[in-house]
Protein backbone atom coordinates (compact mmCIF):
# COMPACT_ATOMS: atom_id res chain seq x y z
CA UNK A 1 0.00 0.00 0.00
CA UNK A 2 1.34 3.72 -0.83
CA UNK A 3 1.83 5.98 2.27
CA UNK A 4 -1.35 8.10 3.00
CA UNK A 5 -1.92 11.65 1.38
CA UNK A 6 -0.73 14.28 4.12
CA UNK A 7 -4.89 14.77 4.62
CA UNK A 8 -5.29 11.57 6.22
CA UNK A 9 -2.03 11.14 7.98
CA UNK A 10 -3.19 14.65 9.78
CA UNK A 11 -6.08 13.03 10.75
CA UNK A 12 -4.11 10.22 12.37
CA UNK A 13 -1.96 12.46 13.95
CA UNK A 14 -4.91 14.03 15.29
CA UNK A 15 -6.28 10.68 17.04
CA UNK A 16 -2.77 9.43 17.73
CA UNK A 17 -2.72 13.26 20.17
CA UNK A 18 -6.34 12.50 21.50
CA UNK A 19 -5.23 9.73 22.70
CA UNK A 20 -1.64 10.80 24.13
CA UNK A 21 -3.29 13.46 26.21
CA UNK A 22 -6.07 10.87 27.14
CA UNK A 23 -3.96 8.31 28.67
CA UNK A 24 -1.65 11.90 30.23
CA UNK A 25 -4.53 12.79 32.07
CA UNK A 26 -4.55 9.61 34.16
CA UNK A 27 -0.91 9.75 34.49
CA UNK A 28 -1.52 13.15 35.80
CA UNK A 29 -4.15 12.05 38.02
CA UNK A 30 -2.55 9.34 39.76
CA UNK A 31 0.92 11.16 40.38
CA UNK A 32 1.85 10.49 43.68
CA UNK A 33 -0.66 8.48 44.31
CA UNK A 34 -0.16 5.09 43.14
CA UNK A 35 -1.49 2.37 45.22
CA UNK A 36 -0.54 -0.86 43.24
CA UNK A 37 3.10 -1.32 42.05
CA UNK A 38 4.26 -4.32 40.61
CA UNK A 39 6.96 -6.44 38.89
CA UNK A 40 6.41 -7.64 36.04
CA UNK A 41 8.75 -10.25 35.78
CA UNK A 42 12.44 -9.04 35.56
CA UNK A 43 13.81 -7.26 38.52
CA UNK A 44 12.98 -3.76 38.29
CA UNK A 45 10.32 -3.17 35.42
CA UNK A 46 7.51 -2.21 37.13
CA UNK A 47 3.47 -1.82 36.20
CA UNK A 48 1.34 0.19 38.12
CA UNK A 49 -2.33 0.81 37.90
CA UNK A 50 -1.32 4.40 36.02
CA UNK A 51 0.19 1.92 33.24
CA UNK A 52 -3.05 0.11 33.26
CA UNK A 53 -5.36 2.69 33.51
CA UNK A 54 -3.18 5.07 30.56
CA UNK A 55 -3.73 2.26 28.59
CA UNK A 56 -7.54 1.85 28.39
CA UNK A 57 -7.92 5.55 27.98
CA UNK A 58 -5.62 5.20 24.93
CA UNK A 59 -7.55 2.06 23.44
CA UNK A 60 -10.62 3.85 24.16
CA UNK A 61 -9.41 6.61 21.71
CA UNK A 62 -8.12 4.18 19.05
CA UNK A 63 -11.17 1.62 19.33
CA UNK A 64 -13.46 4.65 19.06
CA UNK A 65 -11.93 6.06 16.26
CA UNK A 66 -10.41 3.32 14.19
CA UNK A 67 -11.54 -0.65 14.84
CA UNK A 68 -10.37 -2.21 12.29
CA UNK A 69 -7.01 -1.18 13.11
CA UNK A 70 -4.47 -3.48 14.55
CA UNK A 71 -2.72 -2.27 18.42
CA UNK A 72 0.64 -3.74 19.92
CA UNK A 73 0.12 -1.98 23.46
CA UNK A 74 2.69 -3.21 26.33
CA UNK A 75 0.12 -3.94 28.57
CA UNK A 76 -2.39 -5.52 26.57
CA UNK A 77 -0.26 -7.21 24.01
CA UNK A 78 -1.35 -7.66 20.00
CA UNK A 79 -4.97 -6.36 19.46
CA UNK A 80 -7.85 -5.61 16.79
CA UNK A 81 -7.15 -6.81 13.29
CA UNK A 82 -4.31 -8.26 12.50
CA UNK A 83 -4.56 -8.05 8.34
CA UNK A 84 -4.71 -4.45 8.80
CA UNK A 85 -1.78 -2.24 7.26
CA UNK A 86 -1.95 0.27 10.09
CA UNK A 87 -0.81 -0.99 13.26
CA UNK A 88 -0.50 1.09 16.24
CA UNK A 89 2.51 0.89 19.14
CA UNK A 90 1.77 2.63 22.55
CA UNK A 91 3.38 2.82 25.52
CA UNK A 92 1.08 4.19 28.17
CA UNK A 93 3.36 5.05 30.31
CA UNK A 94 7.19 5.13 29.24
CA UNK A 95 8.98 5.67 32.40
CA UNK A 96 7.51 3.92 34.99
CA UNK A 97 10.28 3.65 37.61
CA UNK A 98 10.61 7.26 37.30
CA UNK A 99 6.62 7.89 37.82
CA UNK A 100 7.59 5.10 40.78
CA UNK A 101 9.27 7.77 42.53
CA UNK A 102 7.56 10.81 41.46
CA UNK A 103 10.43 11.73 39.36
CA UNK A 104 8.46 13.66 36.49
CA UNK A 105 10.55 12.66 33.46
CA UNK A 106 7.68 10.42 32.26
CA UNK A 107 5.35 10.23 28.80
CA UNK A 108 2.57 8.44 26.75
CA UNK A 109 3.84 7.30 23.61
CA UNK A 110 1.48 6.81 20.67
CA UNK A 111 3.05 5.81 17.52
CA UNK A 112 1.40 4.44 14.12
CA UNK A 113 3.36 1.86 11.17
CA UNK A 114 1.33 2.09 8.30
CA UNK A 115 2.91 -1.20 6.65
CA UNK A 116 5.70 -1.70 8.81
CA UNK A 117 7.16 1.84 8.18
CA UNK A 118 6.82 4.17 11.34
CA UNK A 119 4.55 7.13 10.01
CA UNK A 120 2.91 8.80 13.02
CA UNK A 121 4.34 9.58 16.23
CA UNK A 122 2.94 11.38 19.02
CA UNK A 123 4.85 11.58 22.95
CA UNK A 124 3.27 13.85 25.51
CA UNK A 125 5.05 14.52 29.12
CA UNK A 126 1.94 15.39 31.01
CA UNK A 127 4.01 16.01 33.86
CA UNK A 128 6.21 18.85 32.49
CA UNK A 129 2.82 19.53 29.60
CA UNK A 130 4.94 19.11 26.67
CA UNK A 131 3.29 17.55 23.67
CA UNK A 132 5.35 16.01 20.96
CA UNK A 133 3.74 15.02 17.31
CA UNK A 134 5.34 14.74 13.99
CA UNK A 135 4.00 12.66 10.68
CA UNK A 136 6.19 11.34 7.71
CA UNK A 137 5.91 14.81 5.30
CA UNK A 138 4.64 16.92 8.37
CA UNK A 139 6.82 18.92 11.05
CA UNK A 140 8.09 17.62 13.84
CA UNK A 141 6.79 20.11 16.41
CA UNK A 142 6.86 20.25 20.39
CA UNK A 143 3.79 21.99 21.43
CA UNK A 144 2.82 23.17 18.00
CA UNK A 145 6.19 25.20 17.44
CA UNK A 146 8.14 23.27 14.71
CA UNK A 147 11.50 21.81 16.46
CA UNK A 148 14.84 20.61 15.19
CA UNK A 149 17.46 18.60 15.74
CA UNK A 150 21.10 20.27 16.75
CA UNK A 151 24.00 20.69 14.59
CA UNK A 152 26.40 19.56 16.65
CA UNK A 153 29.33 17.10 14.82
CA UNK A 154 31.97 16.47 17.16
CA UNK A 155 32.08 13.83 20.05
CA UNK A 156 33.55 16.16 22.23
CA UNK A 157 31.22 18.40 22.01
CA UNK A 158 28.19 16.40 22.42
CA UNK A 159 25.88 15.25 24.67
CA UNK A 160 24.50 12.25 24.63
CA UNK A 161 21.29 9.71 26.16
CA UNK A 162 21.08 5.96 26.76
CA UNK A 163 19.20 3.82 28.74
CA UNK A 164 20.14 0.07 30.46
CA UNK A 165 17.06 -2.50 29.81
CA UNK A 166 15.92 -4.66 32.27
CA UNK A 167 17.71 -7.70 31.26
CA UNK A 168 21.00 -5.64 32.32
CA UNK A 169 21.50 -8.12 34.85
CA UNK A 170 21.36 -10.81 33.05
CA UNK A 171 23.41 -10.45 30.09
CA UNK A 172 27.22 -8.69 29.42
CA UNK A 173 25.95 -7.03 26.51
CA UNK A 174 24.43 -4.70 29.03
CA UNK A 175 25.66 -1.41 27.57
CA UNK A 176 28.02 -1.05 30.61
CA UNK A 177 30.98 -0.54 28.36
CA UNK A 178 29.30 1.65 25.65
CA UNK A 179 28.20 3.88 28.65
CA UNK A 180 31.71 4.28 30.39
CA UNK A 181 33.51 4.97 26.66
CA UNK A 182 31.18 8.06 25.20
CA UNK A 183 31.24 9.60 28.58
CA UNK A 184 35.07 9.57 28.34
CA UNK A 185 34.78 10.90 24.71
CA UNK A 186 31.89 13.55 25.38
CA UNK A 187 30.13 16.37 27.55
CA UNK A 188 28.67 13.63 29.29
CA UNK A 189 25.95 10.56 28.81
CA UNK A 190 22.46 10.96 30.50
CA UNK A 191 20.26 8.51 31.49
CA UNK A 192 16.71 9.33 32.47
CA UNK A 193 14.87 6.55 31.79
CA UNK A 194 12.35 7.25 29.15
CA UNK A 195 13.43 5.84 26.06
CA UNK A 196 10.41 7.85 24.45
CA UNK A 197 11.19 11.34 25.93
CA UNK A 198 15.26 11.00 24.95
CA UNK A 199 14.16 10.83 21.18
CA UNK A 200 11.68 13.48 21.87
CA UNK A 201 14.46 15.52 23.63
CA UNK A 202 16.78 14.69 20.61
CA UNK A 203 14.59 15.76 18.14
CA UNK A 204 14.13 19.62 19.80
CA UNK A 205 18.24 19.51 20.09
CA UNK A 206 18.66 18.79 23.71
CA UNK A 207 20.70 15.74 22.97
CA UNK A 208 22.90 15.33 19.92
CA UNK A 209 22.47 11.61 19.97
CA UNK A 210 21.17 8.74 21.38
CA UNK A 211 21.65 5.05 21.70
CA UNK A 212 20.20 2.19 23.48
CA UNK A 213 19.76 -1.86 23.04
CA UNK A 214 16.98 -4.53 24.45
CA UNK A 215 13.95 -1.55 23.68
CA UNK A 216 10.35 -2.98 22.83
CA UNK A 217 8.60 -1.51 19.30
CA UNK A 218 6.47 0.52 21.84
CA UNK A 219 9.05 2.62 23.53
CA UNK A 220 10.34 4.18 20.42
CA UNK A 221 8.11 4.23 17.25
CA UNK A 222 6.89 7.38 17.90
CA UNK A 223 9.52 8.89 18.88
CA UNK A 224 11.44 7.71 15.36
CA UNK A 225 9.02 9.53 13.55
CA UNK A 226 9.68 12.34 15.52
CA UNK A 227 13.35 12.38 15.16
CA UNK A 228 13.31 11.81 11.54
CA UNK A 229 10.82 15.11 10.95
CA UNK A 230 12.83 17.03 12.82
CA UNK A 231 15.99 16.30 10.45
CA UNK A 232 17.36 13.67 12.44
CA UNK A 233 18.72 10.14 11.38
CA UNK A 234 17.76 6.66 12.82
CA UNK A 235 20.20 3.19 11.80
CA UNK A 236 21.72 0.60 13.46
CA UNK A 237 24.67 0.89 15.19
CA UNK A 238 26.63 0.27 12.65
CA UNK A 239 24.83 2.43 10.44
CA UNK A 240 22.69 -0.08 8.26
CA UNK A 241 19.03 0.19 8.10
CA UNK A 242 16.92 0.46 11.48
CA UNK A 243 14.70 -2.10 12.09
CA UNK A 244 12.16 -1.58 15.12
CA UNK A 245 12.06 -5.23 15.83
CA UNK A 246 15.76 -5.71 16.58
CA UNK A 247 15.28 -3.58 20.19
CA UNK A 248 18.57 -1.95 19.17
CA UNK A 249 18.32 2.04 18.18
CA UNK A 250 21.69 4.67 16.73
CA UNK A 251 19.91 7.78 16.60
CA UNK A 252 21.43 11.61 16.11
CA UNK A 253 21.11 14.74 14.94
CA UNK A 254 22.70 13.30 11.95
CA UNK A 255 26.01 15.49 12.21
CA UNK A 256 27.51 13.24 15.04
CA UNK A 257 26.12 10.15 13.38
CA UNK A 258 29.38 8.19 11.45
CA UNK A 259 31.24 9.61 14.48
CA UNK A 260 28.81 7.81 16.87
CA UNK A 261 28.38 4.81 15.66
CA UNK A 262 32.42 4.31 15.25
CA UNK A 263 32.90 4.70 18.65
CA UNK A 264 29.86 2.09 19.62
CA UNK A 265 31.41 -0.18 17.18
CA UNK A 266 35.05 0.25 18.80
CA UNK A 267 33.90 0.19 22.95
CA UNK A 268 36.72 -1.79 24.55
CA UNK A 269 36.10 -4.62 26.74
CA UNK A 270 34.97 -3.38 30.03
CA UNK A 271 38.07 -4.23 31.72
CA UNK A 272 40.19 -1.34 30.86
CA UNK A 273 38.66 0.47 33.27
CA UNK A 274 40.50 -1.04 35.69
C1 LIG B 1 11.61 1.75 29.73
C2 LIG B 1 12.15 3.14 29.49
C3 LIG B 1 13.64 3.19 29.73
C4 LIG B 1 14.38 2.15 28.90
C5 LIG B 1 13.80 0.76 29.13
C6 LIG B 1 12.29 0.78 28.81
P1 LIG B 1 9.07 1.56 30.65
O1 LIG B 1 10.21 1.70 29.47
O2 LIG B 1 11.90 3.55 28.17
O3 LIG B 1 14.18 4.45 29.40
O4 LIG B 1 15.74 2.17 29.27
O5 LIG B 1 14.46 -0.17 28.28
O6 LIG B 1 11.76 -0.51 28.98
O7 LIG B 1 9.27 0.23 31.29
O8 LIG B 1 9.28 2.68 31.60
O9 LIG B 1 7.84 1.67 29.86
CA1 LIG C 1 8.62 1.88 27.68
CA1 LIG D 1 5.66 1.40 29.73
Not at 118 to 125: A, D, H, L, T
Request: net charge negative; aromatic share 6%; hydrophobic share 40%.
Amino acid sequence: MNQPNLDRLQVFLDIATEAALAGGTVLKSLRGKLEDIQEKGRSGDLVTEADKQSEAEILKVLHRHLPEHQILAEESGALGNSDSEYLWAIDPLDGTTNYAHSLPIASTSVGLLIDGVPSVGVIYNPLSGELFRAAKGLPATCDRRPIKVSQTSELANSLLVTGFAYDRRETSDNNYAEFCHLTHLTQGVRRLGSAALDLAWLACGRYDGYWERGLSPWDIAAGVVIVEAAGGTITAYDGSPFELNSGRILATNGALHDNLSQALLETPALSSWK
